[in-house]
């Protein structure tokens, strides 16, 4: 599969070098092509790896994976440009963490909205599938990381969308069982505003390897 990569930071390093190796072909995006980060990147990674900008990202992939600042993430996906997004599933791992009034971070968006529903709108010919948000980097492409089984959370409007993401994420290593679909991209609410607990989870047990498990009784 021919991936877009928006995004030179820590996730899109993990997930377009998991994808490489993977053997898919892998574009990472950033504001200007020629961007350090993404050609160091380039070097690395090897063979069906490239760079551009958000919109030659976009335009190569077909399907394309937001993994920019999340407050910046409307813009950097308006820069990447609705026609190159339109038809395509759209996977969004970011969060809208606003870090202006210093630790922890509030949500620049939440309650009664997400930034999965706000890239929703604007991009309504989008498939947007929110899924890894909930954890770190390196758990998102090697779950096995964290002892035990633990889950993935998928949530999008398109169930064939959602049921192609999940077929990633067991490329990833995640067992199927372990990807829990939540229906609408309205979970994004949820999804995102977990990640102010996650940051506790963090605090209390010392390391970002750690991940939640859905247990519930069988009826
Ligand atoms: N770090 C984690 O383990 C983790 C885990 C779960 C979810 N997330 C989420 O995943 C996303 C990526 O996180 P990250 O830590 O890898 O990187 P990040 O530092 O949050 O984001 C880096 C990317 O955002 C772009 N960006 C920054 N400001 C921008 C602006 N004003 N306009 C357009 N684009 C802008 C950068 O563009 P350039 O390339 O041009 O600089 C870069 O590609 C975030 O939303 C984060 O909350 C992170």
């Given at each position: 599969?021919k991936?877009?990569?928006?995004?030179?930071?820590?996730?899109?390093?993990?997930?377009?070098?998991?994808?490489v190796?993977?053997?898919?072909?892998?574009?990472?995006?950033?504001?200007?092509?020629g961007?350090?980060?993404?050609?160091?990147?380039?070097?690395?990674?090897g063979?069906?790896?490239?760079?551009g900008t958000?919109?030659?990202?976009?335009?190569?992939?077909?399907?394309?994976?937001?993994?920019?600042?999340?407050?910046?993430?409307?813009?950097?996906?308006?820069?990447?440009?609705?026609?190159n997004?339109?038809?395509?599933?759209?996977?969004?791992?970011?969060?809208?963490?606003?870090?202006?009034?210093?630790?922890?971070?509030?949500?620049?968006?939440?309650?009664?909205?997400s930034?999965?529903?706000?890239?929703q709108?604007?991009?309504?010919?989008?498939?947007?599938?929110?899924?890894?948000?909930?954890?770190?980097?390196?758990?998102?492409?090697?779950?096995?990381?964290v002892?035990?089984?633990?889950?993935?959370?998928?949530?999008?409007?398109?169930?064939?969308?959602?049921?192609?993401?999940?077929?990633?994420?067991?490329?990833?290593?995640?067992?199927?069982?372990?990807?829990?679909?939540?229906?609408?991209?309205?979970?994004?609410?949820?999804?995102?505003?977990?990640?102010?607990?996650?940051?506790?989870f963090?605090?209390?047990?010392?390391?970002?390897?750690?991940?939640?498990?859905?247990?519930?009784?069988?009826?």
């Amino acid at each position: 599969v021919k991936y877009g990569v928006l995004g030179t930071g820590t996730v899109g390093q993990t997930l377009a070098g998991k994808l490489v190796s993977l053997g898919h072909e892998v574009m990472m995006g950033s504001r200007q092509s020629g961007n350090e980060v993404a050609v160091a990147w380039v070097k690395s990674a090897g063979g069906s790896a490239s760079e551009g900008t958000f919109s030659d990202a976009a335009a190569f992939g077909e399907t394309v994976i937001n993994a920019t600042n999340g407050a910046a993430s409307l813009d950097a996906l308006k820069a990447a440009g609705a026609e190159n997004l339109d038809g395509k599933v759209l996977i969004d791992v970011a969060n809208p963490l606003d870090f202006s009034g210093g630790l922890p971070p509030t949500l620049t968006v939440g309650n009664t909205d997400s930034l999965g529903e706000q890239i929703q709108r604007e991009f309504p010919e989008a498939k947007v599938v929110k899924t890894l948000n909930t954890m770190a980097a390196d758990v998102m492409v090697e779950p096995s990381l964290v002892p035990d089984s633990h889950n993935v959370l998928v949530a999008g409007e398109d169930a064939d969308a959602r049921a192609q993401v999940s077929g990633m994420l067991q490329e990833f290593g995640w067992p199927a069982e372990d990807v829990l679909d939540l229906g609408s991209i309205v979970a994004a609410r949820g999804m995102e505003a977990y990640v102010t607990l996650w940051l506790r989870f963090w605090a209390a047990s010392g390391t970002r390897i750690l991940n939640i498990k859905l247990l519930a009784a069988t009826e």
